[in-house]
C-alpha cells in the first residue's frame, strides 16, 4: 500500500515549509507532497553553486514552473571554504552546513515558523552521508526518513503522482568525482561536468567521469559498455580537449559511491 496519504498528512502539523531542493526524485516528492498540503506555504530552495550540474538546475526550476511551486535560488560559497575544498572524507558535512546555515537565515527573516526540510530517505541512514550530522546539527526535519519510506517507495509514489523526475537517474553534486584528498575547485569541477555533458550527447545518460588527475575515468553501466568502446576515440579526443591528457573506460561499469571505497579500505 502506498504511503502518499501519510507523507501528504505528515505536513498538515506545518505552518509552512522550505525543502532543500537539487532536481532529485527524493526532494522533488517531499516538494510536490508539501505543495499538495501547503499550497503556496510549501517553499523549495536550492542552491545554484560549482558542484550543481547545470542540467540538474534547469531541471529543478522546470519542476517548480510546471508545478507552480515557489522556488527561492541562492548561491552558497562552499569553493571558498578550505574545509570543504581540501575534499575530506566529510566534505558532504561542510557543504551541507553552508546550505542549511544560509536557509535558516532566509527563513528567520522571510518564512518565521516555517520547517526546513530535506529529502532524506529511510534507506541514506544506512549509507555514509556526512551531511546527515550538518542536517541534525541544524534541527532540519527529513518527512520520508521519519516515514521510513525507502528509496524504492520514493520512485514507486513519483511515479504514481507522474512526476518527471520518477526516473531520473541520480546525480550527486561533482564533486562526488573527485578522489577525497585531491583539491576541490571551480575549473576541475567544470571540466567533469562538460566531460559527462559529451557523454550525455552520445546518448549515456546514467554516466560517471572520475577526475583522476591528468586522467578522466569513464563510468557507464554495463549494458551500455559495448557501444561506449564503439565510440571511445571521438569521446576520448573531445573529452581531451578539456584538459585531460588521458582518458580511461572503467571495465568495472558504473558503480555509484565508487570512490568511497577507500574509507573502507
Known amino acids: ?59 529543478a526550476v522546470n519542476f517548480c514552473k510546471t508545478h507552480d511551486i515557489n522556488l527561492r535560488v541562492i548561491k552558497t560559497d562552499e569553493l571558498n571554504d578550505p574545509n570543504y575544498t581540501a575534499n575530506p572524507a566529510n566534505r558532504c558535512f561542510f557543504c551541507k552546513t553552508h546550505l542549511y546555515e544560509a536557509m ?18 529511510q534507506d541514506d541512514l544506512g ?21 521510513e519510506i525507502s528509496k524504492a517507495e520514493v520512485i514507486a509514489m513519483a511515479g504514481e503522482l507522474e512526476l518527471e523526475t520518477a526516473s531520473k537517474p541520480p546525480s550527486p553534486c561533482l564533486s562526488s568525482r573527485i578522489p577525497y584528498g ?28 572520475r577526475y583522476l588527475g591528468e586522467e578522466a575515468s569513464i563510468e557507464v553501466p554495463m549494458s551500455e559498455m559495448e557501444l561506449l568502446e564503439h565510440q571511445f576515440d571521438v569521446i576520448s579526443r573531445d573529452i581531451k580537449a578539456l584538459g585531460f591528457s588521458k582518458v580511461n573506460i572503467d571495465k568495472e561499469g558504473f558503480v555509484s559511491g565508487k570512490l568511497n571505497r577507500v574509507l573502507h579500505g
Open 182 to 209: 585531491t583539491a576541490v575547485n571551480k575549473m576541475r569541477l567544470k571540466q567533469i561536468e562538460e566531460a559527462e555533458y559529451i557523454l550525455n550527447q552520445f546518448g549515456f545518460e546514467n554516466v560517471r567521469v
Open 104 to 121: 535558516i537565515d532566509i527563513i528567520k527573516v522571510e518564512y518565521p515558523e516555517y520547517t526546513i526540510l530535506n529529502g532524506t530517505n
Open 1 to 59: 500500500m502506498s504511503k502518499l496519504p501519510l507523507l501528504i498528512n505528515w505536513f498538515k502539523e506545518h505552518k509552512g515549509t522550505v525543502t532543500a531542493f537539487s532536481g532529485g526524485v527524493d526532494s522533488s516528492l517531499v516538494l510536490y507532497a508539501s505543495k499538495l498540503a501547503l499550497g503556496d506555504r510549501a517553499i523549495g530552495l536550492i542552491s545554484n553553486s560549482e558542484s550543481l550540474k547545470t542540467k540538474d538546475f534547469e531541471i
Open 127 to 147: 549509507d555514509y552521508r556526512p551531511g546527515l550530522e550538518a542536517a541534525k546539527n541544524n534541527a532540519i526535519r527529513s518527512p520520508l526518513a521519519e516515514l
